[in-house]
């Protein structure tokens, strides 16, 4: 099976699509020939994106739920699959951003990074793995970060929870191997989406920059879902410096430890003089 | 400074400090001449504990507090921090453990150890650093576990917690470095500990200690080495699991192969028995 024939007629959920590499996910999704259910919270923001990929007709559908609701998200869900008759892929792929100065988060930043990175992953494959398991196969492709691989300083919080997806999907990769269901995780770093904009209440930032050198999120999705379809498990977009910083800092290549120290250091000035690193 | 020193005379917090590595971590501090507060939910198990310690005299101190009520934990680490006059070193090294297979894991089942095994870190390191930043000094040693590394199948819950706090503390440990703050996060592989015993079969039995954990007290004398080191990560036993995580890093296919078995074999196991150790 080649990638393109992968997706074809496949029945997709991406969460987080409004906006980011899950938008992009969705198109791309939906150029490979997949029914493609965008899940967001806001009714109006779903709706939007939707709009946007309208040429595909009705391959594209919307669900409108919060992700860190477990009853919302399980609803989603079933009723997703209750009306296409199944549930082939799930992109769990809402996330937060949550680069800040450790010293300034506050429990109330902590929980919403957890609710919001963490927890709707586990509701997504609470909901989605009866359903898989009852069809002998299926799909969950979870967003983690490359932060979630390896540490990047000032990134603490975000850092913890995308390490956790990490260690949940590849748990759950081997786990169910043998039962014909795949788990992918997939760790993009620095990728041209409004994720530099908000602060993890939610606030819109505009006058933050998306950096000059972010990768950009429509080829982001093609390398996901091109690396997805060989069902590999941790897919590092873009493949470089992500890959051999990980496994430099596995490795404790001193290397990578003084790059890492840099980086702090300069990220530390950064907050103290500017209020931000990008 | 060599190893031990590097422990005397320190003001140290050891949290889940009954048993297990918690204990055996206490025992090691204060043979190097620690302070040690060791911190527990049960006032009788913390105080039995600290009995079989007592030859060491006042450096042997108590705190009880329930590591996932974040109130109880700030007011447990600033109150030894204010009654010793600074702290030094914070162990948050509770936590729980209980390998499932996933189909049977309720939400509450993740909710409780994302709040033992997680939150109590969160709580310890919020309440420890502000104090640690006012003295320009100290060093928080989290305990995760190999399963904070590579991904061991039939105990998805547990990883998740484990694989946050590792990349919590090494975050942390590059974030805070020039601040004067050291973070090491110890991952433990099977330890001799009662651990073991908490998980049960389907009759309710508790499980045997496996036949090669590694003792206790040992795994306590090598994590304290390492940490008078500074290191990030402590991998204990450092061998076979330093080498798997590594090989699982690079996609090495003989690891891939071996987790792909021991899936295998442990849905066998729990399918069969009701666990898998």
């Not at chain 1, 990047?152 to 913890?160: E, R, W």
């Not at chain 1, 590092?236 to 430099?248: A, F, M, S």
């Not at chain 2, 290191?231 to 003989?254: F, H, N």
Request: hydrophobic letters at 40%.
């Amino acid at each position: 099976m080649t990638n393109q024939d992968y997706y074809k007629e496949k029945i997709c959920i991406v969460t987080g699509a409004n906006s980011g590499i899950g938008y992009a996910l969705s198109e791309e999704l939906l150029k490979r020939g997949a029914t493609v259910y965008l899940l967001g919270r806001d009714p109006g923001k779903v709706a939007a994106a939707a709009k946007k990929l309208s040429s595909h007709g009705d391959r594209v559908r919307t669900l409108v739920a919060d992700v860190t609701d477990g009853a919302q998200v399980q609803r989603a869900i079933e009723g997703a699959a209750a009306e296409a008759g199944r549930l082939d892929m799930l992109f769990n792929n809402a996330g937060i951003g949550g680069t800040m100065q450790f010293e300034k988060a506050t429990l109330d930043d902590w929980k919403k990074l957890i609710d919001t990175n963490i927890w709707s992953v586990i509701y997504g494959v609470h909901a989605a793995l009866p359903i898989m398991l009852r069809q002998g196969s299926g799909h969950v492709v979870n967003t983690s970060s490359a932060a979630g691989i390896f540490p990047p300083p000032f990134q603490a919080l975000y850092s913890l929870s995308k390490f956790g997806v990490t260690g949940m999907t590849e748990c759950l990769r081997y786990e169910f191997a043998e039962k014909g269901l795949a788990f992918s995780t997939v760790c993009p770093s620095n990728i041209a989406t409004p994720i530099f904009q908000k602060s993890p209440d939610g606030t819109v930032h505009d006058q933050l920059p998306i950096p000059d050198d972010a990768y950009p999120a429509d080829r982001t999705a093609v390398e996901i879902l091109d690396a997805a379809a060989e069902r590999k498990g941790v897919i590092v977009v873009p493949e470089q410096p992500g890959t051999d910083i990980w496994r430099g800092w596995a490795a404790g290549d001193p290397g990578t430890e003084a790059f890492l120290m840099q980086m702090a250091h300069d990220r530390r000035v950064a907050y103290e003089t500017k209020g931000s690193y990008f | 400074m060599d190893a031990s020193d590097y422990y005397r005379e320190k003001i140290c917090i050891v949290t889940g400090a009954n048993s297990g590595i918690g204990f055996a971590l206490s025992e090691e501090l204060l043979k190097r001449g620690a302070t040690v507060y060791m911190l527990g939910r049960d006032p009788a198990k913390v105080a039995g504990a600290a009995g079989k310690l007592s030859s060491h005299g006042s450096r042997v101190r108590t705190l009880v507090a329930d590591v996932t009520e974040q109130q109880q934990v700030q007011a447990a680490v600033e109150g030894a921090a204010a009654e010793a006059g600074r702290l030094d070193m914070l162990f948050n090294n509770a936590g729980i453990f209980r390998p499932q297979l996933y189909e049977t894991a309720t939400l509450g089942d993740w909710q409780t150890m994302i709040e033992t095994n997680l939150w109590s870190v969160i709580y310890g390191v919020h309440a420890a650093l502000p104090i640690m930043l006012r003295q320009g000094s100290g060093h928080v040693v989290n305990t995760a576990s190999v399963a904070g590394l590579d991904p061991f199948p039939m105990q998805e819950i547990y990883n998740t917690t484990k694989y946050a706090v590792v990349g919590l503390s090494e975050s942390l440990r590059y974030g805070f470095a020039e601040k004067g703050i050291a973070f090491s996060v110890i991952c433990p592989g099977d330890i001799a500990t009662p651990i073991y015993s908490k998980v049960t079969d389907r009759e309710g039995r508790g499980t045997e200690t496996p036949a090669h954990a590694y003792p206790a007290d040992a795994a306590a004398t090598y994590s304290l080495d390492r940490v008078a080191e500074r290191k990030g990560i402590v991998v204990v036993p450092e061998q076979p699991y330093t080498d798997l995580w590594r090989g699982y890093v690079v996609g090495d296919p003989g690891v891939e192969a071996m987790l792909v078995r021991m899936a295998h074999d442990r849905r066998v196991l729990l399918e069969t028995r009701g666990t898998y150790i």
